[in-house]
């Protein structure tokens, strides 16, 4: 990563807090108590799942998570990490099977949808790494979808045409 990649970061970075601040901000001087308390929880649970994250002894597939959302138009994730966890031994693979699935999805959605997901980050059997992905929005020829995952390695279900769940292991 270069000056202007490391730059452009911390922009997006620096973003995200001041919109988060401005919330805590109009809550407050709203006076609604509960709505602040509720925001702040949040930027605290970001925040520790963020410090997991960055501490997890990984490079490329923690900076590919941290600027998902700054990346990808038509994605939003949340991620989140069971406990702490060692991922420097699976960087790579769990970068190229996270963009993998990506590209995947991208045949199956809508031009104009927000898909947003959640991705939980678990360590399994025998110090394997398991994630969980949960998306939420349309998705076009969904069987063809999940059979398409399925035959890479994936774990796919969908329900509705909507809701797309994704197991990976990686041992």
């Known amino acids: 990563m270069d000056e202007k990649e490391i730059i452009a970061l911390l922009r997006h970075?620096?973003?995200?807090?001041?919109?988060?601040?401005q919330l805590i901000q109009g809550?407050?001087?709203?006076?609604?108590q509960d709505r602040l308390m509720v925001q702040i929880e949040e930027v605290k649970e970001e925040?520790?799942?963020e410090r997991k994250l960055l501490n997890s002894d990984a490079e490329q597939f923690p900076l590919w998570l941290f600027t998902f959302n700054w990346?990808?138009?038509?994605?939003?994730?949340?991620?989140?990490?069971?406990?702490?966890?060692?991922l420097s031994r699976h960087d790579h693979k769990l970068k190229a099977y996270a963009k993998r699935m990506l590209e995947l999805m991208d045949g199956h959605i809508?031009?104009?949808?927000?898909y947003e997901g959640t991705v939980t980050i678990y360590?399994?059997?025998?110090?394997?790494?398991?994630?969980?992905?949960?998306?939420?929005?349309?998705?076009?020829?969904?069987?063809?979808?999940?059979?398409?995952?399925?035959?890479?390695?994936?774990?796919?279900?969908?329900?509705?045409?909507?809701?797309l769940s994704i197991e990976m292991t990686i041992e």
């Open 123 to 163: 360590v399994g059997g025998q110090a394997a790494v398991g994630m969980s992905w949960e998306w939420d929005g349309p998705f076009r020829h969904p069987a063809d979808l999940k059979k398409k995952l399925n035959e890479e390695g994936f774990i796919a279900t969908i329900f509705d045409s909507r809701e």
């Open 110 to 114: 809508e031009e104009d949808e927000l």
């Open 13 to 21: 970075k620096r973003h995200d807090w001041m919109n988060q601040i």
């Open 47 to 49: 925040a520790e799942e």
């Open 27 to 32: 809550y407050a001087s709203l006076r609604n």
């Open 71 to 86: 990346v990808h138009r038509s994605y939003r994730i949340r991620y989140f990490l069971k406990e702490e966890v060692d």
